[in-house]
Nanobody, 118 residues
Framework: QVQLVESGGGLVQPGGSLRLSCAASGIIFRLYAMGWYRQAPGKQRELVASITNSGGTNIADSVKGRFTISRDNAKNTVFLQMNSLKPEDTAVYYC????????????WGQGTQVTVSS
């Protein structure tokens, strides 16, 4: 009944941009912190950016200044704007929803592939 659906991934050249979207259903979206994680082959899943239910953001140092996270509560959607992409950004990007102070209420999307290559 809970579903997070990512979209917007694809192949892009270094220096290019992509905008990822994650549409949520089955949760009271405005009560959840949202995040974007990524996982490259052979590596652990890493936090890229997060946004609280009150609008505060956290951006990983590796992408700070290049990536921006935002949310539209009216559309139950969180976005990740990715600019100045580098080959090391190549990974599967996952959408995450987490209810603050309720550790059992964590949900994940299926992921969308982002490949940065010439």
């Amino acid at each position: 009944q809970v579903q997070l659906v990512e979209s917007g991934g694809g192949l892009v050249q270094p220096g290019g941009s992509l905008r990822l979207s994650c549409a949520a259903s089955g949760i009271i979206f405005r009560l959840y912190a949202m995040g974007w994680y990524r996982q490259a082959p052979g590596k652990q899943r890493e936090l890229v950016a997060s946004i609280t239910n009150s609008g505060g953001t956290n951006i990983a140092d590796s992408v700070k200044g290049r990536f921006t996270i935002s949310r539209d509560n009216a559309k139950n959607t969180v976005f990740l704007q990715m600019n100045s992409l580098k080959p090391e950004d190549t990974a599967v990007y996952y959408c995450n929803a987490e209810r603050p102070y309720k550790l059992s209420l964590v949900y994940w999307g299926q992921g969308t592939q982002v490949t940065v290559s010439s």
